[in-house]
Each structure stands twice: as C-alpha cells, then as structure tokens.
C-alpha cells in the first residue's frame, strides 16, 4: 500500500509539472524575404475635434500627445503611439444649418468652409485644424482630407444626407462645382497652413443610402464615382494639384472583390475601377492614386469569414500588382458571440480584437496602411482611441488599452517598413487566429526588426527566435506599451496571457 501511495503521488506530480509546464513556440524570421510597404498607421479627426481642439491648451497637447508623439516621458516611458497618419474630415456645413441640418446629434454635424454666395470662411473647423498641425509638429507626414457629404450648396436637397438613399446627393450640375471646392481646400491648407494633402477622399463608403440623418453622407453609384472622379482628375490636373485621388473608401472590404446582390451598381469595385476592359476604368488617370481603400467592417467574425474575406483582397493584389489595398477605417459596429460595439472599448479585450484584426489586414489581406476610425470619441461605443466628455468648452478623457495595443504597431512600425517573413507552427490557421499567438515582422528603413506578438491565450507561452531580442514593450491589462528590461540579448522570451508585444530583434 505504501508502494502504490508513493506511485499515486509521483504520478500526480508529473501531471501537475505538465498542466504547469508552458507551451513553446519555435519562430523563424526571414529578414531579407520582404512582402508589402506599409506605409502608415492612421485615425480620424471626425467628430470631436471641432469642439476637443477647442479645449484648455494642456488637456489637447496631452491628447496631441499620445495620438502622434515619438518621444519619451522623463521617466523613459512613452509619450504616445506615434501615428504617421492623420485623415480630416473636410466638412459639409451641416453646423451652419443647425436644427434645419436634421442631423440631431451636434457632435456629428460638421462645419463647411463653404458659404452660402460661393465664398470661403476658413475660420471654420478651427478645432479640428489645431490637431492638424499639432499632429504634424509631432512628425505626421501623410495627411488624407476625406469627405463624407459634399458642401451642402450642392446637393440635391441641400442636406448632408441624402433623401432616398438611390443615387449621389449631389446635383449633376454641381460636379464641377465640387472638385473646384476640393482644388480650393487643398491649396488653402497647402498655402496658409503648409499642410500638404497627400490624399483626398472624395466619396466615403459610397454603398450606403445615407438617408437617415445620423450623420453626413452621400452614396454613389459606381458610374456616378467614375463620372464625379474624371471630373476631379480634370480639374486637379488643370490646377497641378498633386494630391492624389483615394478610391473609394468601402464600406465593407467584399465590396470591392464580388459583386453584391442588391448593390450591384456599387460593389465589385477593383474590377470595376481598375480592370482596362471595364467601361469605367479610372486606373489611367493622373491623380488616382494606385490603391483601392476599404473599411474592415463586418468582415470579423467569424474567424472562416475573416480570412476568407482577405484572402480575397490578396487574390485582388496578385492580379493587379501595381495596386495597394490600404484599410482605411474600422471600429466595432459588429455585434457578435466574441464582443459587441456597444460600451467604451476600455479593456484588453477589446485591443486583442483589433490586434487580431490588425495582423489579418496585414499577413493575409497585405494592407499597407491602417487606420482606427475615431480618435477620440464621446460615445458609450468601441469606436474610440481616446473617450472624453461631451464637453464643448473642456472635459477629461480617459485612455483605452486599445490606444496602447495598436501603438505596439503604429509606434515601432514606422512609414515605408516591409513586412517580412515569419514562420511558426499553426501560423494563420483557423484555430490560431482565433485563439492562439498572432506573430507577424517588419523591417524598417533603418533595418531594425520589429516582431509584434499577440497572445490571445489564456497562459503564458514562451517563445523562441533565431535572433536576440534587443527591446520588449507589453500592453497587458496592467501595462501600457512598457518597456521590460528583462528577456533582452536572449532568443528567448516568456509573452504573458492576453498580451500584445512588440519585439525589437537585433539587427
């Protein structure tokens, strides 16, 4: 008996040494086997900031801080996640309208530069321009005007939103009209605020009717966009405005792939746009930028979906290989078994969703840039980096873990990186991406390294590289983006549970 007892507790130890025992991971970089450019990580100045940008100098410096700075704290913490991307909503003057705007929500109207009798009030959207310079003081070099209205001068029924959802807002008439509006605010930021342009967004999710007044907008047809971009072309190439033409911001990413029942007329858009042989062809045009824009929403969940519906945009990419895909907005509207949209987005959750997202875009979609939606936001939503009061004159803001999450990307992956080749078993499986370790590279133009992990797993894994590691920074529940000085100069490392980390391997 006293045998058998000795057996029983040796057998339980060895039990209890396995269920303790950490998973390992064998990663191999493959620094010189280089896939896309990414060119940027990004967000959007709507809607806030028209009021935040007015806010007491230190509360926005603080916020300007952490969206676009590079530098460090005196204690060597982090400043902020250093987004190189910064798009402005070019508003359609539904503020001006007020109540007779019939958009309820003050905080989604916008402010127009455009007057009544064909002038120009540049001293509106004084908010959201304080944050237009303050991001390019902290290093932001691309900058992208998006539209979702035209000026409401020139749509059909003189609101930022349409009134039966079927074709464009905007009057035919008012074509020419438009792409001088953009022509003029281009070269206003350009000549008085030295704020290049690099892109324009004339047509924002143009699938939907936008006939609901909860903000602006306007949808469009494919061959109302082909007529309404030729026309802009004409103009920016008659004025030499050298800002370049984004096509054509998706609502959903399977809009530009496939042909969509019910919205035939607006969906596969690649084909469409970009295929010689279609009939509305705009890949000649001299300011069409070689790019097609979607957002990520609604492609997800479930996890089957979510590489399908990216393994189709790389399809796209093979065939026309002189395009880029850039995803442009996302933030959680979906509401799934996984996670809902509504509730501030404060907690890990919430950033190990994106991150998962992040790294789909980027390993199996190849983006080259990506972008949040809202950079600050008043809502009860996951749409924001950072949430404030819905104070117009000045508030307090808190931080979510998903500002810090995508800072593990936007603050080591830096403009003009490659991704590069990783290796490891399970990869981009079914059941890894859904709840395993997400392990993707970059190597930046200096040729540092840079490994993002995402352990979306309940314990602790251990990694082991083919190369030291240098630097760690962790975003977990309890740190922001923080620098560990541990596991440095080895090839091994220990990532905590629901985690995501940034690895910066020797060179």
């Not at 620094?31 to 959007?44: D, L, Y």
């Not at 806010?55 to 300007?64: D, F, G, Q, R, V």
């Not at 991150?355 to 939606?373: G, K, V």
């Not at 949430?387 to 003009?416: A, C, M, Q, T």
């Amino acid at each position: 008996m006293k045998n058998l007892a000795v057996l029983i507790l040796l057998l339980f130890n060895q039990l209890l040494c396995s269920q303790n025992k950490i998973a390992e991971i064998n990663v191999k970089v493959y620094p010189n086997v280089e896939f896309q450019t990414i060119h940027n990580f990004g967000a959007s100045d709507a809607w806030s900031t028209q009021f935040v940008g007015k806010w007491p100098l230190n509360k926005k410096e603080a916020i300007a801080d952490l969206l676009f700075s590079t530098e460090k704290n005196i204690d060597g913490t982090l400043k902020g996640i250093g987004l190189s991307a910064w798009r402005f909503n070019i508003g359609a003057g539904s503020a001006e309208q007020k109540d007779k705007s019939n958009i309820k929500d003050v905080w989604r109207r916008a402010e127009g530069f455009l007057n009544d009798k064909g002038t120009y009030n540049w001293n509106r959207q004084l908010g959201q321009q304080w944050f237009l310079k303050a991001a390019k003081q902290r290093g932001v070099n691309c900058f992208i005007g998006f539209v979702n209205s035209p000026p409401v001068q020139f749509t059909k029924n003189n609101k930022a939103f349409s009134s039966d959802g079927l074709s464009t807002n905007l009057k035919r008439s008012n074509y020419v009209n438009y792409a001088l509006f953009l022509k003029n605010v281009v070269n206003h930021f350009k000549d008085s605020l030295d704020i290049n342009f690099n892109y324009i967004s004339p047509f924002n999710e143009p699938q939907w009717d936008w006939k609901n007044g909860k903000q602006e907008g306007s949808p469009w047809n494919n061959d109302e966009l082909f007529i309404a971009t030729k026309t802009i072309d004409s103009v920016f190439t008659l004025y030499n405005i050298n800002s370049k033409l984004e096509i054509s911001e998706a609502g959903q990413i399977d809009y530009l792939t496939s042909v969509k029942k019910g919205k035939e007329n607006r969906s596969n858009q690649i084909e469409a746009f970009f295929n010689d042989k279609s009939n509305i062809y705009i890949g000649n045009l001299e300011t069409v930028a070689p790019k097609f824009a979607g957002h990520s929403y609604f492609t997800t969940w479930n996890i089957s979906k979510l590489k399908r519906e990216r393994e189709e945009v790389k399809q796209k990419l093979a065939k026309y290989p002189n395009l880029e895909y850039w995803m442009t907005e996302y933030c959680i509207l979906e509401n799934n078994k996984e996670i809902k949209g509504k509730g501030k987005g404060l907690k890990m959750k919430t950033a190990l969703y994106v991150a998962r997202l992040i790294h789909a875009d980027f390993t199996i979609a190849n983006a080259s840039a990506w972008h949040w939606w809202l950079a600050m936001s008043p809502y009860n939503y996951k749409d924001g980096l950072i949430y404030h009061d819905k104070d117009k004159v000045d508030g307090n803001f808190e931080v979510s873990k998903l500002l810090w999450g995508l800072g593990n990307f936007s603050r080591f992956i830096r403009p003009e990186a490659k991704r590069i080749k990783i290796n490891f078993k399970g990869k981009n499986s079914i059941k890894n991406l859904e709840k395993g370790v997400l392990i993707s590279g970059y190597k930046n133009k200096d040729n540092s390294i840079v490994i993002v992990v995402v352990n979306q797993k309940e314990e602790a894994v251990k990694l082991n590289f083919n190369s030291l590691i240098k630097e760690v920074y962790v975003t977990n529940k309890d740190l922001d983006l923080k620098f560990l000085k541990t596991n440095v100069d080895k090839s091994t490392i220990e990532i905590s549970s629901k985690s995501i980390n940034t690895l910066i391997l020797n060179k």
